[in-house]
């Protein structure tokens, strides 16, 4: 009876272990909401795909130093619903990108919107985004 008690305990707790990340992983936390930054770039790759929609482009800096950035949108059916479609950006491509930038200082942010050389802008509303209004 113990040795099965312990048994599903060592479960629980390995179940609880396995699943924290994935519950950590659906808040904006990792990101500053605070402030909204903009980049001009490149687009190397577009993932149309699930659990989140990414866009891969590359910012020169100020000393001309390529970086390559990953702003991270919501999952597919998600932005399917604002029209993004998976043809939509292609390597190449000329952006300037706005979201929140991750607070560990890497070059990933929280997508906002994605304006085209000919002023299209494609926008990015979450709900979250406005729960305290």
């Not at 490149?42 to 800096?61: A, G, I, Q, R, S």
């Not at 000329?94 to 002023?119: D, E, F, H, W």
């Amino acid at each position: 009876m113990k040795t099965r008690s312990l048994a599903l305990f060592a479960l629980a707790v390995g179940l609880l272990m396995v699943s924290a990340p994935i519950f950590a992983h659906h808040g904006a936390s990792a990101y500053d909401s605070k402030k909204l930054t903009t980049l001009k770039g490149t687009v190397t790759d577009y993932l149309f795909m699930n659990p989140h929609t990414e866009l891969v482009f590359e910012v020169k800096d100020a000393s001309g130093k390529v970086e390559k950035w990953t702003a991270e949108a919501a999952s597919l059916v998600t932005m399917s619903r604002f029209g993004w479609t998976k043809n939509m950006f292609k390597p190449g491509d000329q952006i300037t990108v706005s979201g929140n930038c991750a607070k560990n200082g890497s070059y990933t942010m929280r997508l906002s919107k994605v304006v085209l050389p000919n002023g299209k802008e494609f926008i990015v509303q979450r709900g979250e985004d406005y729960a305290d209004q």
